[in-house]
């Protein structure tokens, strides 16, 4: 969305007496300061975009371990979940096997090497 788009809707708000002028005047100069779209989303899409897999926290795939880093819920309850949905519902393995597949693993930043290793 564009600034003039959101001014446009934060404009429409304040005519309508959603926003109070405090609350207009306050948004508005976030729109104009220039505030990054990716900063304007909500903490649950960023917290999809970064989703996972993980690579100190696996079993199998690491799908648990990336789902628990990202919602704060320890590992083994995810465990858990998908092992009550392979054995009562059987779509447990079916979206374990989906996830895996679809999302991407975490990466490893390593350091580069610096210049006193190759000196010698």
Known sequence: MSDSDELGKL????QRGVLSDDE???????VLNGM????RTSP???A??????SLSDRWLGGVCGGIAQATGVPSWVWRLV????????????????????????????????SDTMHAG
């Open 24 to 30: 207009f005047a306050r948004a508005k100069a976030r």
């Open 11 to 14: 404009a429409d708000l304040h």
């Open 44 to 46: 649950p899409v960023s």
């Open 82 to 113: 998908f092992t009550f949905g392979i054995v009562f519902a059987g779509c447990g393995l079916a979206l374990y096997v989906l996830l895996w597949i679809l999302v991407p693993q975490e990466q490893l930043y390593l350091p580069a090497p």
């Open 36 to 39: 990054p779209s990716s900063a």
């Open 48 to 53: 999809l975009n970064q989703f996972r897999r």
